[in-house]
């Protein structure tokens, strides 16, 4: 970690750098917001062109420059697309309005440019959708196996995996990534934390779910999610439509499960 990033850390912790009234009264209820419903931790949500952002909305100026050079800044810090996309959104939602996609699409570009440029990640994570990767799922998987094992019980008759897949040819690096984050957020909610997920190829994703009466209904209710999401985030020209959602039994084997993982992603 570098002194910048050390002086900035302290900073948060203490009183933000004061600023012209109506743009500090914007940036504490952008704060205040973006701590309830989308960051994670408030000891590193502040960041100089937060100052940038909330003062050229005040002013009625463009505020493209200052939304990548924030983009950028959650990148090198760590943060996931998803999440540094829904804290500008909160920032617009505090002033009363929606952000534009030249907005969306600055923080993006940012992003981008950070995730480049930053030490890789620790752990076994996406950075784009914020999903864990497939090696996280078969350990998750492996360990299933195990539990079912001891237990005398047939994981194929318990669990089965939901294979949802929107991708799309020929797009660019924006628009997978636009699509990366909102797939991230629709798995996140439709699953929670209790159903391990991953990111089985680009515009491809898997969820590890129980095996019960309720799993047809889940499915249903998981495409639906994906239509309203990719309307809600303007990603629809990037998403498969209609998505292909489907449920993938496990095989008898767990030395099975790299080649059932791998032509999910292929399909």
Not at 21 to 44: F, I, K, N, T, Y
Not at 58 to 71: H, K, P
Request: one cysteine or more.
């Amino acid at each position: 970690m570098n002194p910048f990033q050390v002086s900035l850390i302290r900073m948060t912790h203490g009183r933000l750098p004061p600023l012209e009234a109506p743009a500090q009264r914007l940036r504490d209820r952008w704060r205040d917001e973006s701590l309830a419903a989308v960051w994670l931790h408030d000891g590193d949500w502040y960041h100089p062109a937060v100052d940038a952002l909330a003062e050229g909305i005040v002013e009625q100026r463009d505020v493209t420059g200052a939304a990548e050079r924030l983009g950028r800044a959650r990148a090198e810090l760590g943060v996931g697309i998803g999440e540094a996309i829904d804290d500008v959104t909160c920032l617009y939602a505090a002033a009363g309005a929606e952000p534009g996609p030249d907005v969306l699409r600055a923080v993006s570009v940012g992003w981008v440019v950070g995730n480049e440029t930053a030490p890789a990640p620790v752990g076994l994570v996406d950075p784009w959708s914020g999903l864990p990767t497939l090696d996280y799922l078969l350990l998750r998987l492996r360990e299933t196996y195990g539990e079912a094992g001891r237990q005398g019980k047939d994981p194929t008759t318990t669990r089965a995996l939901v294979v949802v897949d929107v991708a799309v040819e020929q797009l660019t690096a924006f628009q997978r990534l636009a699509r990366a984050a909102a797939m991230g957020k629709v798995m996140a909610d439709s699953f929670g934390e209790g159903h391990p997920m991953a990111v089985a190829a680009p515009g491809v994703y898997v969820a590890l779910v129980p095996r019960d009466a309720g799993l047809g209904a889940r499915v249903s209710e998981l495409r639906a999610a994906v239509d309203l999401a990719a309307r809600a985030r303007g990603v629809s020209a990037v998403v498969r439509r209609p998505p292909r959602v489907w449920v993938e039994g496990l095989p008898a084997s767990v030395d099975d499960v790299p080649a059932l993982l791998g032509a999910a992603g292929a399909a």
